[in-house]
């Protein structure tokens, strides 16, 4: 390689010092691409559903970055973790969107705009790129406005120093860099239970503090003095059990799922052991803790709202049961599924998933979810 460009490539956190094949599914964390039935772009109607409900912040916060910064004629925002398909421009769309109009009610001339769309580098770009004539023609863009990837870890730096002036995220910070350190006797979970030793919960809980504070610090260099960051993702409500995770938990389920193969001898419990979600879902107190020792921003608002897949407020008979729990099933799958080919190999995939719908009409009354979407804004000090 020429040497001149070791040093612009971006840093992969993500892929630790391990060997080449330990935690390999961990290199393979992206959706999946294409716009097939088991895609992310087929499967991600609970993330556009997120979207919708976090724009009232996304506006507002929108609207108070421009005044803050003087309506300036040039905005660069990033959008990232996008993943592929059209819901990597909703976001995006709307801030553009809320700009304009912005700048119509004041009489400013609106800016010229550069979208960047990060993900990891196996993200399908391609499948998201063709979507940019329809992102063209929805927004109500009155100056310039380009597109750009910008592929890498967003656990490493993806932009000059103070170049940026809006993040958005969304559905992609509980996803770790790395699976954490000294998961012990959390035997056939892929992820936290009820019955997992209190050392897996620490250990996730630090991993997502190392993390999340990386994150912070990068963006504090990257964003300009007042720019502002919408976030969204999966966290929990229980602040007393650090361990509660309900039975209808989509990680759960997947644990049960990848029981059954290992009893039908068609996964090996050696096999099970040694795969684990790189995901965290903290509490509202676990989230205001980084944010407020790492020091770069000011939180204006953080809410926490009800998380369901699709079926919970459902009424289940027959037919519809069968189809809200391969619904769910395939949602799981479009954000999973190459890490688990990468660990167990591609032909268990269609069973796994099978045995997973099985287990979501199982639990269909399941009410008492555990789980939430946290919407935060925060603004660079």
């Known amino acids: 390689m020429d040497p ?17 094949d330990e935690y390999a599914f961990v290199k393979a964390l992206r959706m999946s691409g ?14 556009r559903r997120v979207l919708s409900m976090a724009k009232p912040v996304l506006v507002k916060n929108t609207e108070e970055m421009m005044m803050n910064l003087d309506f300036p004629t040039y905005i660069k925002v990033a959008e990232l973790g996008c993943s592929s398909g059209e819901n990597s421009f909703l976001a995006i769309s ?20 550069d979208c960047c769309l990060n993900d990891l ?13 329809f992102f063209n023609k929805e927004t109500t863009n009155k100056a310039p406005c380009f597109v750009y990837g910008a592929p890498g870890s967003f656990y490493s730096r993806l932009f000059s120093r103070n170049s940026l002036h809006f993040i958005h995220s969304s559905y992609a910070l509980h996803f770790l860099s790395k699976v954490p350190e000294k998961l012990e006797n959390n035997e056939g979970s892929v992820y936290i239970t009820s019955s997992s ?11 997502f503090q190392e993390d999340f504070t990386l994150f912070l610090r990068l963006r504090s260099e990257e964003l300009v003095s007042n720019g ?10 229980s602040l007393n059990d650090p361990l509660h995770r309900d039975c209808c938990h989509f990680w759960t389920l997947l644990s049960k799922s990848l029981r059954d193969l290992v009893l039908e001898g068609i996964v090996s419990e050696s096999k099970l052991e040694t795969f684990n979600m790189p995901f965290y879902d903290p509490n509202v107190h676990e989230l205001k803790e980084v944010i407020r020792n790492e020091g770069s921003f000011e939180i204006n608002e953080l809410e926490a709202h009800g998380f369901d897949l699709g079926h919970s407020n459902c009424n289940y008979n027959g037919i519809y049961e069968y189809e809200a729990g391969h619904n769910e099933a395939n949602c799981i799958r479009a954000v999973s599924e190459p890490m688990l080919a ?4 591609e032909d268990i995939i269609d069973t796994l ?22 919407v935060v804004s925060l603004t660079k000090k």
């Open 342 to 345: 990468a660990h167990f190999g």
């Open 353 to 374: 998933f099978d045995k997973y719908a099985h287990h979501v009409t199982q639990h269909a009354n399941c009410r008492n979810r555990t789980s939430v979407s946290h």
């Open 94 to 113: 709307e801030i553009i969107n809320t700009i304009n109009v912005l700048c119509q009610r004041v009489d400013k001339n609106p800016p010229e705009i």
């Open 197 to 207: 030793p209190e050392s897996v919960y620490k250990a996730y809980l630090n991993q």
């Open 4 to 20: 001149r460009f070791i040093d612009t490539l971006p840093s992969l956190s993500y892929i630790d010092n391990k060997r080449d």
């Open 121 to 133: 580098p196996e993200n399908d770009f391609n499948t998201t790129f063709k979507f940019v004539p």
């Open 228 to 237: 502002r960051m919408v976030l969204n993702f999966i966290g929990r409500k």
């Open 34 to 47: 294409g716009d097939g039935a088991n895609s992310y772009s087929a499967n991600s109607r609970l993330q």
